[in-house]
């Protein structure tokens, strides 16, 4: 994507940080915002810090720059309760669908993860692939895991928020679904696009 300026990651970097510090201001549930932030603030500074090393095609960054706003932006509303009402209507559904669109982007991740392998020449892009895709999917069954466990610890309504299944007792496997589509939606963009060769990059 060569249409897109140079300075591209310094400009999402610059957004992400003006927004997580915008959101991060009275959030509706500070216990649930701190744990839910958690992952962003990994993520990103592993990023920051990486990046003299290694820089990821642009759509790369703008994949993973989606999650880190949306994942943002639940944590301030917690994911049940983002203003999202205009989406919902589409789909026609009363359940607020945020956590759905959320999860999805988590899948984007598999894209970055393909380049990865490929680009520092670990393996050919077709076995990139079906590593980012499981890779995803690993980390879509860890985290769902891992808001059981918060759930229970913390308790009443912040476990509650923080687990963000709306009364649906299949939630955790709809997220994971989510995840896994979103995963192949960007693998089909890896291999269109191909970042792993310089001349379409």
């Not at 992952?39 to 642009?58: A, E, G, R």
């Amino acid at each position: 994507m060569k249409f897109l300026p140079p300075a591209l990651p310094h400009y999402l970097a610059l957004i992400f940080s003006i927004v997580f510090i915008a959101l991060g201001i009275n959030p509706v549930f500070r216990e649930v915002w701190v744990a839910e932030v958690i992952p962003v603030i990994i993520i990103f500074l592993f990023l920051m810090f990486t990046y003299p090393k290694f820089q990821f095609s642009h759509t790369a960054y703008i994949l993973m720059f989606c999650w880190l706003i949306g994942h943002t932006v639940g944590a301030h509303y917690t994911f049940a309760n983002v203003p999202f009402d205009w989406f919902n209507s589409l789909l026609g559904t009363e359940r607020n669908m945020f956590d759905r669109v959320a999860h999805f982007t988590v899948g984007f991740y598999a894209f970055p993860i393909a380049e990865w392998l490929v680009r520092r020449g670990e393996c050919k892009p077709n076995l990139a692939a079906f590593f980012a895709l499981f890779a995803i999917m690993a980390v879509a069954a860890g985290y769902e895991i891992i808001e059981w466990w918060y759930a229970i610890i913390a308790g009443g309504e912040a476990g509650i928020e923080f687990l963000g299944s709306q009364g649906d007792i299949w939630d955790a496997q709809k997220d994971m679904l989510a995840d896994t589509l979103g995963a192949v939606f960007a693998l089909g963009l890896f291999f269109m696009i191909k970042p792993f060769d310089t001349n379409k990059n």
